[in-house]
């Protein structure tokens, strides 16, 4: 029973995390004045674990108009959180108990989330500008649809299958790499190195965006910083995001292509991380080591590639007819991702085995 308790006050601590994150990025958004921050803050949380949300609107007169759209973002900053905190809670005791911490607090987070999914639903106080859209960057089909600006009654809610469905695959892979981490001991320092820069990032990244760019920015940083310092990781391994969209509204998206001239800033972060790291393992077969690195560095960054996804759809119903207004995606290949992280791992792995040879030589 007791590590029953430590499994259920793991996936507790881990939710009241993920939501303490959730509604302080709200906060500082000022969210509040759109919605109720309770719904908003359990849409957050499940956007978190993999779900999505809906949201219907309809502006105000008596035409028969009806948007309907679906958002499909995690905001990793939230994720994250509650992950480090499950899985260093489930692994507090070691190894003994671990199986029953470890599946009390799958199911706990599973029912926890079941509640907050159900908590995800509310209304959205909205005023769109209006206009004759001759001015428009997207011409005369979006000058139509702003036109209908005013008041619009928006109501939105999490997708409660989905999410739970999310949910149970999220807690799995949580405790699941708590286990691991147990069964590869050595891995710890490492994690614990990760979890401590993670931390030191994020609230430096808020303090900075606070500073520079007001409490809005804050609370976007705080939401989406991960996905910000993943996609400059990818773009550093010469992965490139890919934008698409379709419908009416997609013009203004003409022109935008992520990336930039900096990406050679993560590609030496990186390697100099990797090269220290292995450098940190001492002597071995250098082959078997580079291989090593090369599963850890492809394995991250597609799971990230696959993470980090964005994608939006809206659509106008009227008269009975439904109008496709925008299909937008934001995306990494993750097979290109592992690909390239495999490569980039391998290639620190060996350079981490000629600086250690160097290293000796000299001492001689």
Not at 277 to 293: D, E, H, K, Q, Y
Request: proline share 4%.
């Amino acid at each position: 029973m007791r590590d029953v308790r430590r499994g259920l006050g793991a996936a507790a601590a881990a939710l009241l995390v993920m939501a303490g994150v959730a509604l302080a990025a709200l906060l500082l958004l000022g969210a509040g004045r759109f919605g109720d921050l309770t719904a908003l803050t359990a849409t957050v949380v499940a956007l978190a674990v993999g779900g999505s949300a809906d949201v219907v609107a309809t502006p105000a007169g008596a035409l028969p108009i009806t948007v309907h759209g679906a958002v499909d973002v995690m905001p990793l900053g939230v994720s994250l959180a509650g992950a480090v905190v499950l899985g260093a809670l489930v692994l507090r005791h070691g190894r003994d108990g671990l199986a029953v911490r470890a599946a009390t607090a799958a199911v706990a987070v599973v029912a926890g989330l079941t509640a907050i999914s159900f908590l995800a639903q509310g209304n959205l106080a909205l005023r769109l500008p209006g206009g004759s859209g001759g001015g428009s960057v997207c011409g005369p089909a979006t000058g139509a649809v702003s036109r209908f600006g005013g008041a619009v009654d928006a109501g939105f809610s999490a997708a409660v299958l989905p999410t739970l469905t999310a949910t149970a695959v999220w807690a799995l892979v949580v405790v699941g790499a708590a286990a691991l981490v147990v069964r590869f001991p050595a891995v710890v320092p490492g994690l614990r190195v990760a979890a401590t820069v993670f931390g030191v990032v994020t609230t430096g990244g808020v303090l900075v965006a606070w500073v520079f760019g007001g409490a809005a920015t804050a609370g976007a940083v705080l939401l989406v910083l991960p996905q910000a310092v993943s996609g400059a990781l990818l773009l550093g391994l010469g992965v490139p995001w890919t934008l698409t969209s379709d419908g009416v509204l997609s013009c203004a998206f003409n022109g935008i292509e992520p990336g930039g001239a900096w990406i050679w800033v993560p590609v030496v972060l990186l390697t100099a991380c990797a090269v220290a790291a292995a450098a940190r393992t001492g002597t071995g077969r250098p082959l078997r080591r580079a291989g090593v690195f090369a599963v850890v560095t492809g394995v991250v960054p597609a799971v990230v590639a696959l993470l980090s996804r964005v994608s939006v759809d809206l659509d106008v119903t009227a008269f009975g007819l439904s109008i496709p207004v925008l299909d937008a995606r934001l995306s990494a290949n993750p097979l290109l991702a592992l690909a390239a992280g495999a490569a980039a791992g391998f290639a620190s792995g060996l350079l981490a085995g000629a600086i250690s040879v160097s290293s000796r030589a000299w001492k001689r």
